[in-house]
């Protein structure tokens, strides 16, 4: 099992864009997935990207596309998410999770473990 720590949410206005950070504890094998997921209420948590933590496969979210940059270091054991042309619509809480597996999923269930969120508000 591994933990999982958010951070770089914050307030930012619409346009502007930020890097969000996970930063991952225990052991990593090679085959690990690692993904961002946020969610509003009343609304399900959803996919945004995921990143192999070998080699890179990495998969976005059609929403995301155009928008968002994830990245890994392995030296670092980190996995980054960048969001760049931020609407009032991206204010979410963003967590990232992940899945032991080896095969791509973009649904919440399918990941193991999962961090406790950093809140994103993009002002208009």
């Known amino acids: 099992q591994v933990q999982l720590v958010e951070s770089g949410g914050g307030l930012v206005q619409a346009g502007g864009s930020l890097t969000l950070s996970c930063a991952i504890s225990?052991?990593?094998?090679?085959?690990?997935?690692l993904g961002w997921f946020r969610q509003t209420p009343g609304k399900e948590r959803e996919f945004v990207a995921v990143?192999?933590?070998?080699?890179?496969?990495?998969f976005y979210a059609d929403s995301a596309k155009g928008r968002v940059t994830i990245s890994r270091d392995n030296t670092k054991n980190t996995v980054n998410l960048r969001i760049y042309s931020l609407k009032p619509e991206d204010t979410a809480i963003y967590y990232c999770?992940?899945?032991?597996?080896?095969?791509?999923?973009?649904?919440?269930?399918?990941?193991?473990?999962w961090g406790q969120g950093t809140q994103v508000t993009v002002s208009s």
């Open positions: 999770a992940a899945d032991k597996t080896g095969v791509i999923h973009t649904r919440s269930s399918s990941y193991d473990s």
């Open positions: 225990g052991r990593i094998f090679s085959h690990y997935l």
């Open positions: 990143i192999s933590w070998s080699e890179p496969k990495i």
